[in-house]
């Protein structure tokens, strides 16, 4: 377990998942009241300044594949720890490579969805305006991202 944290303890894992956390939750409140309020450009309005969790991690990406490249290969138990792990049914046959690549995904993905959902909201829709500006939110952080890497 000891090696696991060395192999993440230059990642921003936790972050992530907490900025993810915060994000289900409140879209979860966005379906349970889409009746009345139909809107979900706001979410990513509010949680902007959070976005940035994912510069570092991208920042930092390389080298800590890198990292656990050679955890794997020069601690052998540790590599077969690994192996052992992506066996198992929750990973659905993916190695934990493909686990690390999702935040580095997710940006992109941000960025795509609300350029689709903003393509069906007339100017007039409640949520054209959080939309347009969580769409640039989404684009400064992905482009600041794009620079440091």
């Known amino acids: ?11 921003n894992l936790p972050e992530i998942c907490k900025l993810s956390e915060d994000l289900i939750r ?35 990406f390389s080298d800590m594949n ?3 490249d050679k955890c794997c290969h020069k601690y052998p138990e540790f590599g077969k720890l ?13 190695r934990i490579k493909h686990f690390l690549l999702k935040p580095v995904q997710r940006l992109p993905q941000y960025k795509l969805l609300l350029g689709e959902y903003l393509k069906h909201l007339d100017e007039e829709n409640e949520d054209f305006s959080d939309t347009i500006e969580a769409l640039r939110i989404v684009s400064d952080v992905l482009k600041h991202a794009n620079d440091v890497i």
Do not use: A
């Not at 690994?82 to 993916?94: A, D, G, M, Q, Y």
């Open 82 to 94: 690994v192996s052992k792990f992506e066996k198992l049914p929750k990973c659905r046959s993916l």
């Open 26 to 60: 409140d879209f979860e409140v966005c379906l349970h009241t889409w009746d009345s309020c139909q809107k979900i450009g706001d979410v990513f309005v509010r949680h902007g300044p959070s976005l940035d969790v994912y510069t570092e991690y991208l920042k930092n």
């Open 66 to 68: 890198n990292h656990f």
């Open 1 to 11: 377990w000891r090696l696991m944290e060395q192999v993440l303890n230059f990642s």
